[in-house]
Every structure is written in structure tokens, then in C-alpha cells.
């Protein structure tokens, strides 16, 4: 196990759930009591609910390259693990995307896209 790189890997963790919480509670919460909002696909709403699923997104993917950092502080990874890894995180970029837009938001498919070629690859 390589010391640096499982400790970075556990300090991109901190990091998202820090970006998470963080945002939510200072950013994202104080930037939805503006009025001057875009108003997208008719209403302030879904600009809300895009720019907060948006936020978390980058999280998960920070997660994705922890993962990735673990993976390769346990020792040099197959590419099948790596695929695996990038998969994982772009399904979970399409689910998050697909459920929470209720499929208005049309990254969804890329994200499912990239997570099925990246798994096949």
C-alpha cells in the first residue's frame, strides 16, 4: 500500500463531503433566495434543480478519483479495475441525473453512455 496515495484518496473524500455540505448550506441555499434566477424549461424550479444536482455531481466525481487514488495505492491496477471504477462513477452520474431531473436533463444518457462503453471497454 502506498502511504501518499491512500492518504490522498481519503483527503478527496473529505473534500466532496465537505464540497457537499458545505455548498449546500452556504452557496447553493443563499443563491436560491435571489430573484433574479434563469428561468429553465418554464420556471426558477428546475434551474434549482439543476444547478444543485450540478454542485453534488462534481462531489461524486471527486469520490470517483478517490477511488481511482485507492486503487492504484493498493498497487498498479488492471485496466479492468480502472474501467470498473470510471464506470461505477458515470453510472451514478446517469442515476443521479435520470432520477432527479425525472429525465428532463438530457446528460443522463452521456453520462449511461460513458459508464457502458467504459465498462465494455
Same mark, same amino acid.
Given at each position: 500500500?502506498?502511504? &501518499?496515495?491512500? !492518504?490522498?484518496?481519503?483527503?478527496? @473524500?473529505? @473534500? *466532496?463531503? &465537505?464540497?457537499?455540505?458545505? #455548498? $449546500?448550506?452556504?452557496?447553493?441555499?443563499?443563491?436560491?433566495?435571489?430573484?433574479?434566477?434563469?428561468?429553465? /424549461?418554464? #420556471?426558477? $424550479?428546475?434551474?434549482?434543480? !439543476? /444547478?444543485?444536482?450540478? =454542485?453534488?455531481?462534481?462531489?461524486?466525481? =471527486?469520490?470517483?478519483? #478517490?477511488?481511482? /487514488?485507492?486503487? /492504484?495505492?493498493?498497487?498498479?491496477?488492471?485496466? %479492468?479495475?480502472?474501467? +470498473?471504477? !470510471? %464506470? @461505477?462513477?458515470? +453510472?451514478?452520474? +446517469?442515476?443521479?441525473?435520470? !432520477?432527479?431531473?425525472?429525465?428532463?436533463?438530457? *446528460?443522463?444518457?452521456?453520462?449511461? *453512455?460513458?459508464? &457502458?462503453?467504459?465498462?465494455?471497454?
Amino acid at each position: 500500500m502506498n502511504p &501518499a496515495l491512500a !492518504v490522498a484518496a481519503g483527503l478527496t @473524500v473529505l @473534500v *466532496a463531503a &465537505a464540497h457537499s455540505y458545505l #455548498g $449546500e448550506r452556504y452557496v447553493l441555499t443563499r443563491l436560491f433566495r435571489r430573484d433574479s434566477l434563469p428561468k429553465l /424549461l418554464g #420556471g426558477t $424550479e428546475f434551474t434549482k434543480l !439543476v /444547478l444543485r444536482f450540478a =454542485w453534488h455531481l462534481t462531489s461524486v466525481a =471527486w469520490l470517483g478519483f #478517490g477511488a481511482l /487514488l485507492l486503487a /492504484l495505492a493498493a498497487g498498479p491496477p488492471t485496466p %479492468a479495475t480502472l474501467r +470498473a471504477i !470510471v %464506470a @461505477v462513477t458515470f +453510472a451514478i452520474h +446517469a442515476l443521479i441525473t435520470l !432520477v432527479v431531473s425525472r429525465g428532463r436533463h438530457l *446528460a443522463w444518457i452521456a453520462f449511461l *453512455a460513458i459508464a &457502458a462503453l467504459a465498462w465494455i471497454g
